[in-house]
């Protein structure tokens, strides 16, 4: 059985990773654009309470968006797993993706300030679009690497969470090269454009690689009986047919009984996660930032909350390559997850703004929410990718790329449940 040489399948994995977060990492780190297009409809006299609502909760309206339909469009390709392809489902859910985004791009530069509240709707719509597209793009991934060595689920998953440090990265660039907000946003939107292309292209060149014809991952849509004949013919048939003499629905309920405390982590972890980030952290201002610097200002919020945060989350599931403790049976993984619940009362007692019910302001140092948000990615990336990986591998091999849709199923439910609570955490403070 030949190696991966160069590295070549775990780096397809860590770029496919990092396209299968980029639509969502790219809407909620451009915070100071959407802030932006909303603005005019905040300073309408009527509703000026409606048009404040945007623009204040628009995170939390994002998360919902983007969440929901995800669950259902994750149910429906379980429900496909044996029926359509999954070149098929991977491919047509890029060039959805990129679809979108294009319309996104061309919208940067459209004056929106005369029906700024069907900007919004647009905006809603194109989120619940893309992001149902990703979620069949990240779970059909994820389904497949379930049939390679674990490091390549662990290339995927690090490289979800570089897409995000990325993004980051990006945001800050902008904001220093850019003297305008739609100039940062267009090369912004352009960039994630390029990086979905950049994910077509790399997933077909997955199939020619050696390593991959020879592993023996009959879910991704080669017969069991013709696995390993390692011509260039069966390579093609492997990424473009369905599986034969399978069930057309996987069974779910032994799926379901083995992977059920693992579930339940990943998603309690994303739960807590997408409570706090970004709809909590984002709003946390510096204690100085009236003093007029940059750094307390302009840069605070893309610094402390996006950077850190995804920089954090990246090496938490970096680690995991090195570190798999605790095992998939401890207690002590479970519990390490119900820890993090303290995450909420750290941040909503750092300088949340705007404040209208709740005022007490406990950590009011800088330092506070810059060392909370670490500890948030990087236990985020760390026990989140253990619980993840561990799922698929705990079952029989027959059943992996399924229950690596249901992995994926746990964390949208989390992430789902999680928006949904966020709206209420930010409303009560």
């Known amino acids: 059985k030949p190696g991966d040489h160069l590295n070549g399948a775990y780096i397809i994995f860590f770029i496919l990773g990092i396209g299968s977060l980029l639509p969502w990492n790219f809407f909620i780190t451009a915070k100071q654009y959407w802030a932006f297009k909303l603005q005019n409809c905040s300073e309408q006299p009527e509703p000026a309470a409606h048009g404040a609502d945007l623009r204040d909760f628009f995170e ?23 029926r359509v392809p999954a070149s098929v ?21 459209v004056d929106t300030s005369a029906w700024t509240t069907g900007f919004f709707a647009v905006t809603i719509v194109c989120v619940v679009v893309v992001s149902g ?21 662990q290339a995927l998953i690090s490289g979800q969470a570089m897409g995000g440090t990325l993004s980051a990265v990006a945001s800050v660039i902008d904001l220093a090269a850019a003297a305008d907000v739609t100039d940062s946003a267009l090369a912004y939107f352009l960039t994630a454009d390029i990086f979905i292309v950049v ?20 879910a991704a849509g080669l017969p069991s009986n013709s696995v390993g004949e390692g011509s260039q013919g069966a390579v093609g048939n492997s990424f473009l047919a369905k599986r034969t003499g399978a069930l057309d629905i996987p069974p779910l309920r032994p799926i379901l009984r083995k992977t059920a405390v693992l579930g339940f982590c990943v998603f309690y972890v994303f739960f ?28 605070f919020v893309p610094l402390t909350s996006f950077l850190v945060y995804n920089f954090a989350d990246w090496c938490g599931r970096q680690i995991t390559a090195w570190i798999q403790a ?40 800088d330092v506070y929410p810059v060392a909370f948000t670490a500890l948030l990615g990087l236990s985020n990336g760390y026990l989140g990718t253990l619980a993840m990986v561990y799922g698929p591998k705990i079952v029989p091999k027959e059943l992996a790329e399924a229950a690596g849709v249901v992995m994926t199923f ?20």
């Not at 597209?133 to 689920?153: D, Q, Y």
Request: with cysteine; proline share 7%.
């Open 410 to 429: 746990y964390l949208m439910l989390g992430l789902a449940l999680g928006s949904a609570c966020s709206v209420l955490v930010v409303h009560l403070i």
């Open 133 to 153: 597209a990703s979620t069949v793009f990240s779970s059909s991934i994820f389904g497949l690497t379930s049939r390679f060595p674990m490091k390549n689920s």
């Open 199 to 218: 994910c077509i292209m790399v997933y077909l060149l997955l199939p020619r690689l050696e390593y991959s014809r020879e592993t023996p991952y009959p």
């Open 326 to 365: 605790p095992g998939p049976k401890s207690r002590l993984l479970p519990a390490l997850v119900l820890l993090r619940t303290l995450a909420l009362p750290l941040f909503i007692l750092s300088n949340f703004q705007p404040r209208t019910r709740l005022q007490t302001v406990l950590f009011n140092w």
């Open 272 to 299: 807590i996660s997408i409570i706090v980030f970004p709809s909590l952290s984002s709003n946390i201002e510096s204690v100085d930032r009236s003093s007029g610097s940059p750094w307390t200002g302009k840069y």
């Open 60 to 82: 939390s309206y994002i998360s919902i968006a983007s969440t929901l339909p995800s669950v259902l469009c994750l149910v429906g390709n379980f429900l496909l797993l044996n």
């Open 89 to 109: 489902r991977i491919l047509s859910s890029l060039f959805v993706m990129l679809a979108v985004f294009l319309v996104i791009t061309v919208l940067v530069k």
